[in-house]
């Protein structure tokens, strides 16, 4: 079946099969229509004779009708392979699907498919990159252009027509090199305004992004002016289809344009032509850019639609890397908090979802560990003030290391007191057993700094540690300006009660941290009498962990 084949103002090749009559127009009421301002209501016809062959006519268009580029005055005679000009628009006719196979030159070196993105394969680009290529070879601006740059069209002699494609093109050149030197997504915004405005009869321009519900909302939006424009509103159908179809959109005469004739916002706003194309990176619609004109109708040609695309393309890419760069400082502010209270080979894990970290308040049952230096405040009225910080930080540093080798969460430091907690952010069975041997290895670890600060002539301390085993309260605590996550409770007073009573080097631990680490033939006991601490009523069973 005969067909002609051209590319439309959706930005992508289109064919329509021919019928025995076929009217060609802006209308709709046109059997092809064409939204174009250059294109009449009633333009041209082809029909079909009783020969089989087909029979172009111009019904009185304004602007004409040209075939293979020659303006027409009378009936022609379509052969395959035709070139048919009706205002921007070049129409190819087809004469069978069997011709376009075996007839490459009926379409062009490249089919258009491998250069539809590029805008080649269309005759008027292909043109324009002649022409732009004739221009440049000319001796006067081949030497200009060796300074690696498009030059301004007010300084070079071409036709007028030519002259404004080529000053699009310069201005989407500038685009992109100075939207590549920045990762301010807003900065990018504010340049591809700039230039849509120099470059497009545009009355109106806006960006959507999509929010992190998946909803489409108005990053930026103004006039020519720049002025903000407030409650901007596009059409749910044109967004549709741009998302849906993840292609561009142009309509010469959005009013008279089938596609949008139920959409309320058009005729509200009062818009006439608009262009609208996606931000696609990897497949993924992360936004839009739109422009539209609220007066003048046909106001965006095919060549802008493919200028504003690749605005899209240089805008999709910056916004990712915008959001990957964010994300990765969010990430390292994270890390860095997390760092502070895990141990590090977990970070990995929370960071993955692999293990959760509860932000609501709830009942666990863990172990609490507290350490702290004994006579600690004779030391300060003995010592300068930088001796007892530098001190506090080398004692500090070992206890950590000590606390995060053996997997607890740093809970806070106390003056001279370091609190530390098991089984509240990760749940193994074996909190007791591994605070314990994190006791151990504190004790061992300020033996060797006391043989280091023995050797520089500075005065040696003890320590004493109580650990508690049981029911406690964890969740993040504090006021809205200030909240961190910690355990409260019984077992957690108990803990640091233990703690009080401990003698310098000596570890005690309540009854249920014993019993669950009776088992472990590499940790020694001995059951100490019971001792009554504050806020119990009854003594409490204790045992000493023997070094």
Request: net charge negative.
């Given at each position: ?71 027409i005055e009378s009936p022609c005679v379509l052969r395959h392979g035709d070139d048919i ?103 990018l915004l504010e340049i591809i305004i700039d230039k849509a405005f120099k470059l497009f ?347």
């Open positions: 079946m005969p067909k002609l084949r051209f590319f439309s103002t959706s930005g992508k090749w289109e064919e329509y099969e021919l019928g025995e009559k076929t009217t060609i127009g802006r209308h709709p009421d046109q059997d092809l229509q064409l939204l174009d301002r250059m294109v009449s209501k009633e333009h041209a016809e082809i029909e079909r004779t009783s020969k089989g062959t087909y029979i172009l006519r111009d019904v009185g268009s304004r602007n004409g009708t040209t075939l293979n580029d020659e303006s000009g009706l205002g921007n628009h070049i129409l190819k006719f087809i004469d069978s699907d069997d011709n376009v196979k075996n007839d490459s030159s009926a379409l062009g070196k490249d089919s258009p498919e491998q250069n539809a993105d590029a805008g080649e394969g269309r005759p008027d680009y292909q043109k324009l990159m002649e022409r732009l290529a004739a221009v440049q070879n000319m001796p006067s601006i081949r030497k200009r252009m060796s300074d690696t740059r498009f030059l301004p069209e007010s300084e070079i002699y071409l036709e007028k027509d030519l002259r404004q494609d080529y000053e699009k093109l310069r201005v989407a050149m500038e685009l992109s090199a100075e939207a590549s030197a920045t990762v301010d997504f807003d900065r009869n545009a009355d109106r321009a806006a960006i959507l992004l999509r929010d992190e519900d998946g909803q489409m909302q108005t990053r930026l939006a103004v006039d020519r002016n720049k002025k903000p424009i407030n409650h901007f509103k596009i059409s749910e159908t044109l967004l549709e289809e741009v998302i849906f179809e993840k292609s561009a959109v142009l309509s010469g005469d959005a009013l008279q344009d089938q596609r949008f004739s139920s959409s309320n916002s058009l005729v509200v706003d009062n818009v006439r032509s608009t262009m609208c194309v996606p931000l696609l990176y990897e497949g993924d619609v992360l936004g839009v850019i739109n422009l539209d004109t609220q007066m003048m109708t046909g106001a965006f040609m095919e060549k802008d639609l493919l200028i504003l695309t690749g605005f899209a393309r240089q805008a999709a890419f910056t916004l990712q890397q915008a959001r990957m760069i964010e994300e990765t400082r969010k990430n390292a502010v994270i890390r860095e908090n997390l760092r502070r209270i895990i141990s590090p080979h977990l970070i990995n894990d929370v960071m993955s979802g692999k293990l959760q970290l509860q932000k609501s308040g709830r009942r666990t049952e863990s172990t609490v560990l507290f350490a702290d230096i004994r006579g600690f405040s004779n030391m300060t009225e003995d010592n300068e003030p930088e001796t007892i910080v530098n001190m506090l930080n080398d004692f500090f540093e070992r206890m950590v290391e000590c606390i995060f080798r053996h997997e607890g969460a740093l809970d806070k430091f106390v003056g001279d007191e370091v609190m530390a907690v098991w089984g509240v952010n990760v749940n193994r069975d074996t909190h007791a057993q591994s605070a314990v041997q994190c006791a151990l290895e504190m004790m061992k670890a300020v033996d060797d700094l006391n043989q280091e600060r023995e050797d520089k002539g500075l005065a040696k301390f003890q320590i004493g540690i109580g650990i508690a085993t049981g029911l406690m309260i964890a969740g993040y605590m504090g006021s809205t300006q200030a909240m961190s996550y910690t355990v409260i409770g019984d077992t957690v007073n108990l803990g640091a009660r233990l703690c009080s009573a401990a003698q310098p080097g000596e570890i005690l631990i309540n009854g249920e941290a014993w019993r669950r680490i009776n088992n472990n033939d590499n940790i020694d006991t001995i059951s100490l009498p019971p001792i009554m601490v504050k806020g119990k009523r009854d003594p409490v069973e204790v045992y000493r962990v023997l070094r």
